[in-house]
């Protein structure tokens, strides 16, 4: 790996789907990427912009008859009410580049040893449904891409969001290639909660020392046990104690070591990192685009560290 390389960051503004009024900030991806220019963290130009994924790409992962309700626009007030956003043509036109920025962002992470991207983590779409804000899986779409490929063979998901990552586990829950990890608030959505290869469901209030020290125990156990070509780490904002959704009590500051643990942990076992946003609530919207400039930050210092 080139140490001169800078940390690859993938953005699409088409990312800021209109959905009107709605607890999910989805200007956070724009709000996050202006900041991170503005600081001299990237340079405008340097910003990766994706293809969206193709429909074949995304039917790796969900049905025939998914992917037909979404592209013919056939969605029921039922699926909408599953879904908890209104369905549009720019929703799936902001998924699908969402699937395909982290198709992307796998790509980049394989070559550089880090990428970040400014989107995606969309853990709660099944195979046959969305829900919870998640039209369709992009995590899982670009796992399966990559090792339809054979781009990698193993690969595992560290999913720090706040909510359980119940779709992903649904999707790879007969795969062992593909091991899935989840430490998230257990008495929280989703109510149904598929068993991940690890889940770690946590105590309403749970604060920065059990968290990180939860993590240092099993992270490394995960990475040396399963010995992952590539880890998609979903970097969720809403562990946070001032989030709006959430329950947890992290603090930013303990939010910032979760990130260097991460990195750290996967630098050391020598495994590319992709990073996901995924969620975040705060009840001051920029506190969410703070937490998440943390982690491409502390992404960008790893990389700069190199390896072990």
């Known amino acids: 790996m080139d140490r001169q390389r800078s940390l690859p960051i993938i953005w699409h503004e088409a990312y800021e789907a209109d959905i009107g009024a709605h607890v999910f900030p989805t200007r956070k991806y724009r709000s996050l990427k202006e900041r991170l220019v503005?600081?001299?963290?990237?340079?405008?130009?340097?910003?990766?912009?994706?293809?969206?994924?193709?429909n074949e790409q995304v039917g790796l992962v969900h049905t025939a008859a998914y992917l037909e309700k979404i592209v013919n626009d056939d969605f029921s007030w039922q699926d909408n009410m599953i879904l908890e956003v209104p369905y549009s043509p720019q929703l799936r036109e902001a998924m699908w580049l969402c699937a395909g920025g982290s198709i992307l962002t796998a790509r980049l992470a394989l070559e550089y040893g880090l990428a970040a991207h400014l989107g995606g983590g969309f853990h709660h779409a099944f195979p046959?449904?969305?829900?919870?804000?998640?039209?369709?899986?992009?995590?899982?779409?670009a796992l399966r891409v990559?090792?339809?490929?054979?781009?990698?063979?193993?690969?595992?998901?560290?999913?720090?969001?706040?909510h359980h990552?119940?779709?992903?586990?649904?999707?790879?829950?007969?795969?062992?290639?593909?091991?899935?990890?989840?430490?998230?608030?257990?008495?929280?959505?989703?109510?149904?909660?598929?068993?991940?290869?690890?889940?770690?469901?946590?105590?309403?209030?749970?604060?920065?020392?059990?968290?990180?020290?939860?993590?240092?125990?099993?992270?490394?156990?995960?990475?040396?046990?399963?010995?992952p070509d590539l880890v998609f780490y979903l970097a969720g904002a809403d562990p946070y104690e001032e989030d709006q959704l959430g329950g947890l009590?992290?603090?930013r500051a303990g939010l910032r070591q979760r990130d260097e643990l991460i990195l750290q942990l996967a630098a050391g076992a020598g495994v590319p990192v992709a990073i996901t946003l995924a969620g975040g609530y705060a009840r001051r919207f920029e506190d969410t685009v703070d937490i998440h400039f943390q982690t491409v930050r502390a992404a960008g210092r790893q990389l700069q560290r190199g390896r072990g």
Do not use: W
């Open 128 to 141: 046959d449904h969305g829900e919870g804000f998640c039209l369709i899986n992009d995590v899982a779409v």
């Open 165 to 227: 990552g119940n779709g992903t586990a649904a999707v790879f829950q007969n795969e062992a290639e593909v091991f899935t990890f989840s430490i998230h608030q257990q008495n929280n959505y989703p109510m149904y909660k598929p068993r991940s290869d690890l889940d770690l469901g946590l105590a309403d209030g749970t604060g920065d020392a059990e968290y990180l020290e939860l993590l240092r125990t099993h992270v490394p156990e995960i990475l040396n046990g399963h010995r």
């Open 146 to 162: 990559l090792r339809a490929e054979g781009a990698i063979e193993r690969a595992t998901v560290i999913d720090c969001d706040l």
């Open 249 to 251: 009590s992290l603090s």
């Open 38 to 54: 503005r600081e001299g963290v990237v340079k405008e130009a340097d910003i990766r912009r994706p293809e969206p994924a193709s």
